[in-house]
């Protein structure tokens, strides 16, 4: 095969964030977030190629993808062509950033025999995430997989991650609008909010680290910094009115939930639902379902 009709695929979990303190520091390797989050099972497929031209390509469409942009400038001098296919929404709350981010990098170590460690490429997308203001723990979390505790901030190899043993869980979500995290993470007002609930919630988990105290914490942070929408609340409610667990994933205006089909039908009175599932599969070469 002719080196420029080379192709090659990689894979990344998304994640949700139930709650979050935000740390910056100059050095983005050393930048971040601390708080606690779920990896999904519906994450995004990347296929990278040789181009006429830098050219990124989000579920078919040629888009101004800076985060992941950012990534193939720092590991390309070639003209390439990267198409991202997500599993979620964009701009919901689920990382999609981040993975995409994540997986291009794979992917583009691999199509330019790099040589580059998953190390070394997770540490590329958190920066391109951190310059960007389009995440902050995303890429550590999905490079971990399962339900990650940020206990320091920093990149893959920086920071400082535990995990909570769970269940492959089947969570459900639903989408009820979009939040900017740029915006969100340029008002000072919410960034102050936002690290006073996040370190305690922080500190809350550490003492008890299970699944059902990291769902409590995180709908009660997203009460206390002010980012749920009065809907988000009501759908909360509504789930945790038939024993299920729900809160908001941040930064974005959903609901995810668990607690099996019964929470299903209980979203399904307030609009689409969607399904995945917690994974503990990481970042990987080649396409995934």
Sequence with gaps: MNQSERVAQAWAPSHIT??????????????????????????CNVIASFGGEFEILVNGTEVDARTTMRVVRMLSDRPVRVECYHQTPIGAGFGASAASALASAFALNELLNL?????????????????EMTGLGDVVAASRGGVVIRKRPG?????????????????????????????????RDTVRAINHAGRVALREILKKPTFSRFMELSRNFARETGLLSDRARDVIEAVESVGGMASMAMLGDVVFAVGGERVRS????????GMTRITHSRVKLGSHP
Excluded: M, W
Aim: proline share 4%; hydrophobic share 40%; glycine share 14%.
């Design 18 to 43: 139930g709650f979050f303190s935000i740390h910056r520091e100059q050095d983005p390797l050393v930048s971040g977030s601390c708080g606690c989050g779920i990896v999904l099972e519906a994450g």
């Design 155 to 187: 990149a893959p190899g920086v920071g400082e991650i535990d995990t909570i043993p769970s269940c492959d869980y089947k969570v459900f979500y639903l989408v009820l609008g979009n939040l900017s995290t740029r915006e969100i993470l340029g008002d």
């Design 115 to 131: 040589g580059r460690s998953g190390v070394e490429l997770s540490q590329i997308a958190h920066i391109a995430e951190v310059e």
């Design 266 to 273: 209980v979203l399904e009175e307030f609009g689409d639902v």
